[in-house]
T-cell receptor, first 115, second 112 residues
Framework: NAGVTQTPKFRVLKTGQSMTLLCAQD?????MYWYRQDPGMGLRLIHY???????AKGEVPDGYNVSRLKKQNFLLGLESAAPSQTSVYFC??????????????FGQGTRLTVV | QKEVEQDPGPLSVPEGAIVSLNCTYS??????FMWYRQYSRKGPELLMY??SSGNKEDGRFTAQVDKSSKYISLFIRDSQPSDSATYLC????????????WGLGTSLAVNP
């Protein structure tokens, strides 16, 4: 059981380049999330999805786009990377949101550096 | 004021010590309280969750919630070097917006 898998694990981009981060989950979860984690800032929600074909903005959505074409996949896109987007990105999924039985399962993270 | 406050530490203790990790929150509408553990260069993983005020125990770990004080705690007994990690508290609003709200995390080092 792989859980939540993120691709790639590491990436270095030049300013202005674009890239897509892929998240795949095999737990048939409805909810999926993209977070970024920065020192002193904690986990911040970028975008999330409550089901296939739906997406919504989180706390820090600017500069990012997402798509959820298939239930098991959640893609995070950076159209024109900026140094401020240097961060560790985590994808997570959950059966539902809210409630004590809602465990969010996290991927291993993608370390992105924009130079 | 942040909705969830957590002292980032770092906290350094000798092996075998009792560790106390704490968070405070501002909104009495928060109903679910969780503790996640994050090892270096890994994603967070759920350690414990509680719903009501009081204690919940799981092995060496005890989660405590005091809703009257808006205070949540995680106690680790007989701490081990393998407990060295960052511990994040998270709360959930039971209202329409039921997203997780995270503390910044407390870095813990247990020294052999």
């Amino acid at each position: 059981n792989a859980g939540v898998t993120q691709t790639p694990k590491f990436r270095v981009l030049k300013t202005g380049q674009s890239m897509t981060l892929l998240c795949a989950q095999d737990m048939n979860h409805e909810y999926m999330y993209w977070y970024r984690q920065d020192p002193g800032m904690g986990l911040r929600l970028i975008h999330y999805s409550v089901g296939e074909g739906t997406t919504a903005k989180g706390e820090v959505p600017d500069g990012y786009n997402v798509s959820r074409l298939k239930k098991q996949n959640f893609l995070l896109g950076l159209e024109s990377a900026a140094p401020s987007q240097t961060s560790v990105y985590f994808c997570a999924s959950s059966y539902r949101t809210g409630g004590g039985d809602t465990e969010a399962f996290f991927g291993q993270g993608t370390r992105l550096t924009v130079v | 004021q942040k909705e969830v406050e957590q002292d980032p530490g770092p906290l350094s203790v000798p092996e075998g010590a009792i560790v106390s990790l704490n968070c405070t929150y501002s909104n009495s509408a928060f109903q679910y309280f969780m503790w996640y553990r994050q090892y270096s260069r890994k994603g967070p993983e759920l350690l414990m969750y509680t719903y009501s005020s009081g204690n919940k125990e799981d092995g060496r770990f005890t989660a405590q919630v005091d809703k009257s004080s808006k205070y949540i705690s995680l106690f680790i007994r007989d701490s081990q070097p393998s407990d060295s990690a960052t511990y994040l508290c998270a709360v959930v609003n039971a209202g329409n917006n039921r997203k997780l709200i995270w503390g910044l995390g407390t870095s813990l080092a247990v020294n052999p």
